[in-house]
């Protein structure tokens, strides 16, 4: 009689940014992200400074949201800015 096909648990360690949780197989690729990470105060970017405003949903449904913004008056398209000039921390 044939033994039984049992899955192996098989345990891994995985590399996680201590700014906004995401995780990686290579521990390279974290040092990279944590490096450029948008949550990461040394990034300078728009998600951890005090002049970022999140987007907000319209009124009622058929209204349109307002999109992300800079009360600094700095312009960025899609991506948030990182090193910019005018960042603050958000908490003081
Ligand atoms: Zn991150």
């Given amino acids: 009689m044939a033994a039984v096909a049992l899955p192996i648990p098989v345990v891994v360690t995985r590399h996680q940014c201590p700014f906004c949780r995401i995780t990686r197989a290579k521990r390279e690729a974290m040092v990279a992200h944590i490096a450029r990470c948008w949550q990461n105060p040394a ?3 728009c998600k951890t400074c005090v002049h970022y405003v999140p987007p907000e949903e ?6 349109p ?3 992300e913004d800079c009360d ?6 899609d991506q948030p800015a990182a090193n ?7 908490e003081a």
């Fill in 58 to 63: 319209g009124p009622y449904p058929e209204h």
């Fill in 72 to 77: 600094a008056g700095v312009d960025f398209g």
């Fill in 84 to 90: 910019c000039p005018s960042w603050q921390p958000k």
């Fill in 65 to 67: 949201g307002w999109p």
């Fill in 43 to 45: 990034t300078r970017a």
